[in-house]
């Protein structure tokens, strides 16, 4: 079955058509995980499951329906120059950078108090051996997989260009959160991390990337349970020279990453091929 889903390459009414198997019929066969006490301490990573389960079986049953070529499987790793190893050491501080350059536009839409309270429960209540689970090991391979590994891959192997395809592909990755509150930080990561898989072609770089971000975000949480999880450096020190100097050390990181990355990858051959379905 696994193999079968590596084979699926949507284009972009496909691709919308799995967010739709996401949103619809995810969320119909996780509501029962909510109203039954004897499965609570799993619920979540029951519901997470039970919620992204659609798209893989529509992938499953579009590729048993028609012949699926593509040029490119899922995980194919290109590092040109750079060794693996430095590449996988470089990208946690391109995300933290990342992050902190883009706070402004995360910023953007304020995230309401039952909201913040919401995803600290989720983080912190409960069993946590399952919290981390679900966020730092599920999360990052499932979303992945669907979002860069068949999403991005199959619109760039559908005809459109690199730029476009992490454009789409980000977009969903943001409304599938389903929360206007996570759909911008969700967007902007999802730039990142598709931009990483065009150069790499590595699935891995990117759920080491999107799980190093879930876990970051579930250590704050426990280290500082007072704090807002949507507050901001810049909420917490204000504008001042200290700020400044973080923002301008952030995009100092971002840049020279995007030169190391540029150069010594390079670019991949992304041919055209013809897809039937």
């Not at 079955?1 to 590596?6: E, F, T, Y």
């Not at 979002?147 to 992490?166: D, H, V, Y």
């Not at 072609?201 to 007072?226: E, M, Q």
């Not at 100097?245 to 990355?261: E, G, H, M, R």
Request: hydrophobic share 50%; net charge positive; aromatic share 12%.
């Amino acid at each position: 079955m696994l193999r079968r889903i590596g084979l699926f390459t949507p284009n972009l009414k496909e691709s919308w058509i799995m967010f739709a198997c996401v949103v619809v019929c995810g969320s119909i066969l996780a509501l029962p995980t909510t109203l039954v006490p004897d499965v609570h301490i799993i619920s979540t990573l029951l519901a997470y499951i039970l919620t992204l389960s659609p798209a893989f079986i529509y992938a499953y049953l579009k590729v048993r329906r028609g012949e699926y070529t593509p040029v490119h499987k899922i995980n194919e790793p290109h590092f040109g120059k750079l060794h693996p190893a430095a590449m996988f050491l470089l990208l946690p501080f391109t995300l933290v950078a990342f992050l902190v350059a883009t706070e402004p536009a995360s910023a953007l839409v304020t995230t309401p108090e039952w909201f913040d309270k919401l995803m600290k429960e989720t983080a912190l209540g409960g069993n946590i051996y399952w919290s981390v689970i679900t966020t730092c090991i599920c999360a990052p391979i499932l979303e992945e997989l669907l979002c860069r590994g068949m999403i991005l891959r199959g619109l760039k192997e559908n005809g459109a260009s690199p730029l476009k395809a992490i454009f789409w592909s980000s977009v969903i990755f943001g409304v599938i959160h389903m929360n206007p509150w996570q759909a911008i930080p969700a967007f902007l990561i999802g730039m990142l991390l598709g931009w990483i898989y065009h150069k790499t072609g590595c699935i891995w770089t990117t759920i080491w990337l999107h799980a190093v971000n879930n876990s970051l975000s579930t250590l704050l949480y426990h280290l500082f349970p007072d704090i807002p999880a949507s507050a901001t450096i810049r909420d917490l020190i204000g504008n001042s020279q200290t700020y400044l100097a973080i923002y301008a050390i952030a995009l100092a990181v971002l840049a020279l990453s995007y030169l190391i990355i540029s150069k010594f990858i390079g670019k991949r051959d992304d041919k055209k091929t013809v897809i039937s379905a």
